[in-house]
C-alpha cells in the first residue's frame, strides 16, 4: 500500500487491474502441470499453496518462486523428479502485500 502511494503522490500513473481467485482445483491443476507430477503426488503440497495464497494467482507464483529461491522446492538429478519440504513450505510465511511481492 505503502509503494503504491508513493507512486501517486510522484504523480505516475497506475491501472488497477483486478484478477479474481482461482480454484482449490485450479491451484492443483496448476502445480501439477508445473512440476510435471500427477495431482494424487502433489494434493498435499497443492493444499498447502491455496491455503497460504487462497488461490490469488499472484501469489501462487509469488510463492512457488520463494519456495523455489529457498531451495523448499528443488529438482532432484538423481531421481529426475521435483521435490519439496513440505513442512517448511507450510510454515513459510507469505506476503500479503503486492507492493512487496513486485520490488
Known amino acids: 500500500v505503502a ?3 508513493e507512486l501517486k503522490r510522484k504523480d505516475i500513473t497506475t491501472t488497477d487491474i ?15 502441470d508445473t512440476i510435471n507430477l500427477p495431482q494424487h503426488l ?5 493444499d498447502i499453496i491455496y491455503k ?3 488461490g490469488n ?4 507464483t509469488q510463492f512457488l518462486q520463494s519456495l523455489w529461491d529457498e531451495e523448499l522446492l528443488v ?3 538423481e531421481c529426475n523428479v521435483w521435490e519439496w519440504d513440505e513442512g517448511a513450505s507450510d510454515a513459510k510465511e507469505i506476503l500479503d502485500d503486492v ?5
Open 3 to 5: 509503494f503504491l502511494e
Open 18 to 32: 483486478n484478477v479474481g481467485c482461482i480454484s482449490r482445483r485450479d491451484v492443483s491443476e496448476l502445480i501439477s
Open 42 to 46: 502433489t494434493k498435499s503440497f497443492s
Open 52 to 54: 497460504k495464497t487462497g
Open 57 to 60: 494467482a499472484l501469489f501462487v
Open 75 to 77: 529438482y532432484s538429478l
Open 99 to 103: 507492493g512487496v511481492l513486485m520490488a
